[in-house]
């Protein structure tokens, strides 16, 4: 199989492409530029283009045979580029992705997935128990969710039109290896930003303990994995979302006793140095659908996730996940 990728050089992409060419595909990742550690396999291409171009995916399927695009790329913007650049998150988000699904529609590839963000939510996801891809209203505030529902729309009205076989993916909040900063994703996770001032030797000062149902980035890419092995579903939505619940307060606690010299606390929202990007948490979200449809188990609980993210950053070994 062929994958043509978007986004590929960004946290998801990277790890998607990753676990693609484990298991022997051929991927096209697109992008604006090469990721620092791209893939040096023979089974992938990387091709720099501009997404907010209309046409530019024309230019890369030109004499290319792919069996399924997958759209990954999007800006994930804070306040500061809302306000800086607007103009730009939609571009990408909304035209780019519009774009990208009339070009595979006009080189013949029927099958899409589109990756897009429970975000959506938005301030349902505060007032819900349980945010699920039918019974909760998508409410977005920010213009990243904005941008990510509209593009979602507009992706599952493109694909009516064009008779595709796409697939809308709601992902969680991510964490893992692969994470990075890349000037394209403003909102790092806040695992990420705790073992970054933890590595700096920076007390960690979370605003409050912070329980989410914290996604690891493994079991993101297998659920979308088992959607794109999965031939006949009956749902255009999906949510991929973790599972399980735990707090930062505990990954803190974990990290310390790692790292007996680590200094960490709850120390309220004025003296916090760890962006939660909300003032409060969210509501989990259901992967009943996801499960059913598709028989995907998320693996990643919070002891497993957090040993294989330290043995991917050089401090743990390995772990096995069976």
Known sequence: MTVLLTGASGF??????????????????????????APTDSAYRFV????SRPGTLDEVLAGERVDVVILAAAITADVARERRDPAGVVAVNVGGVADAVRAAATHGIRRVLLLG???????????????????TRPAPHSLYALTKLSGEAIALRLAETFDLDLTAIRLGT????FERETGAR????????????ARNGIPVRLPRPGRRDWLYVRDAVAGILALLDTPHRPHRVYNVAAGFEWSLAEFCARLARERPDLAWSVAGPQEANVDLYDSRDRAPMSIARLMADTGYRPRYDLPVAFDDFLAWTGRARPVEVS
């Not at 720099?48 to 997404?51: G, M, Q």
């Open 12 to 37: 998801l992409g990277a790890a998607l492409t990753a676990a693609l060419l484990d298991r022997g595909e051929r991927v096209l990742g697109v992008d604006r530029a090469p990721a620092p550690d």
């Open 48 to 51: 720099r283009a501009d997404l």
């Open 117 to 135: 963000s429970g975000a959506v939510y938005g301030d349902e996801a505060f007032a819900a128990t349980v945010l699920s891809e039918d019974a």
């Open 174 to 177: 991510c964490f893992g290896p």
């Open 186 to 197: 403003d909102t790092l996770s806040a695992p990420f930003q705790i073992l970054q001032l």
